[in-house]
């Protein structure tokens, strides 16, 4: 996919296919949310999917939370000059979409989480260790999927590469502490736009009671499990992801 990277202004990002662009948001850690089976599936449905390079670890400390995130996502989508997206996030990259689709509604037509924070505190302090033996860390990355093969040796060694690097870890608690001071719940229930929840249902880092709540917050949602599934359904499971998001996407006409 490196072929697709584009560099543009003070934005590194990914862009394939045509029609209606898909932002995707990745988690803290990206390789803890790959988004290679929808990057492959969409494209060919009438959709561009884009994934922008967040500035996770290059803003300032003062500057490291999810609202400037949530406002370079913003100028990001200025940039491209696009008038409505569909927001898809993971994770971290779901409390971004949602913080963003609370501030700019009228740029968002379509919201998508899967394993999102926003809700639950401990959903950041607890998959992101903090540094510690390898061993340790390839157990913690493990437990993000239901199947522990998920996580490979290339994404033990990222999250390794990432706890190990003290300034990483710096922002990395950072916008930990940042994500549990804005919790949304008393946001969502203003928030009209569309929004897709899809969740594993052996999520243990944002359990399904997580999903449930965002379901009964959020006036305008729909839920959808996946079976066997942990954290990440759109790497653990990305044809039913796809289905489920495309047939959603369908029905709501977007």
Known sequence: MKDHLRQ?????????????????????????????GVINYFPEKGYKVLIPE???????????SVGTFARYLKEFID????????????????????LATKMFPEVVKGLVITGSSGLYE??????????????????????????PAVA????????YETVSDRNKLVKTLAIAKSAIRHNMAKDLPKMQTPTCIIWGKNDNVTPPEVAE???RLLPNADLYW??????????????EFNELLHEWLNERNI
């Open 8 to 36: 543009e202004g003070k934005f590194t990002y990914l862009e394939k296919g045509e029609g209606t662009p898909i932002v995707i948001l990745h988690g803290l850690m990206g390789g803890l949310s790959n988004f290679d």
């Open 54 to 64: 967040l500035p996770l670890y290059s803003m300032s400390l003062l500057k490291t």
């Open 79 to 98: 940039f491209k000059g696009y008038e409505n997206v569909i927001l898809l996030g993971n994770s971290l990259g779901g409390h971004i979409a949602l």
């Open 122 to 147: 401990n959903a950041m302090g607890e998959s992101y260790p903090r540094r510690g033996d390898y061993d340790f860390i390839k157990k913690k990355a493990e437990a993000v999927f239901y199947d």
């Open 152 to 159: 490979t040796k290339e994404i033990v060694d990222e999250v």
């Open 213 to 215: 709540d965002f379901k």
């Open 226 to 239: 996946i079976d066997k599934c942990g954290h990440a359904a759109m790497m653990e499971h990305p044809e």
